[in-house]
């Protein structure tokens, strides 16, 4: 009787990939350990990621999506912010992940951004104009949030990024109740 393919394998491989890495990070993240891990063989793992770094690159995708899942749910930007710090505080080597070394690949130039679409559309479904107008805006707060989130996954929980996280909240708030900043002469936008 023929062995029949197994449909959800590659998925329990990169469930499997994601907690070593989020366990153990990069020294526990080995093809043998995760085959081991996924109960199957180091070639089935091989057959479907060429190498290690093939292998980071996917657990770092999956987590790019659960993270833009967690983000994009979140009934309001202030909320989102919350969120993505709170990921990052409680995720730190899979945050550490995602900018690390991969992060080209997943927002290099021509790579889908899921995240800026959603915020752009929020800012400007608050504040009229066309989501496109809010594009330096979706920066500034990205890099606000995303330097406390470093900052959060490097040492989770120490009183100093704490207070960096609660810095981070009330520049974003501060950020979104000045909007017009961004926008030249306080009132032109890009239609």
């Known amino acids: 009787m ?3 393919a197994d449909r959800h394998l590659q998925e329990r491989i990169l469930k499997v990939a994601q907690s070593l890495w989020k ?3 990069k020294g526990g993240l080995t093809l043998r350990n995760v085959a081991k891990a996924a109960q199957t063989t180091t070639t089935t793992v091989y057959k479907r990621f060429r190498n290690k770094e093939a ?3 996917a657990i770092a995708e999956r987590v790019n999506k659960q993270l833009i899942g967690l983000v994009t749910s979140a009934a309001s930007l202030e909320e989102a912010i919350v969120r993505y710090l709170h990921f990052a505080e409680t995720h730190p080597r899979e945050y550490q992940l995602l900018y690390r070394t991969v992060w080209p690949e997943i927002f ?3 790579q889908p951004r899921p995240g800026q679409v959603w915020v752009t559309e929020q800012l400007a479904n ?3 104009w066309s989501p496109r107008s809010y594009t ?3 920066f500034a707060l990205f890099l606000i949030t995303h330097g406390a989130a470093s900052l959060l996954a490097a ?3 120490h009183p100093t990024t704490v207070e960096a996280r609660d810095w981070c909240v009330a520049i974003s708030g501060a950020l979104l109740k000045n909007v017009q900043i961004f926008t ?3 009132a032109k936008r890009a239609r």
């Open 2 to 4: 023929p062995r029949t």
């Open 55 to 57: 292998l980071r690159l």
């Open 184 to 186: 030249r002469n306080g």
């Open 108 to 110: 290099g130039k021509g």
């Open 155 to 157: 040492a989770p929980r």
């Open 126 to 128: 608050r504040f009229g």
């Open 23 to 25: 366990t153990h990070g």
């Open 136 to 138: 330096e805006v979706h």
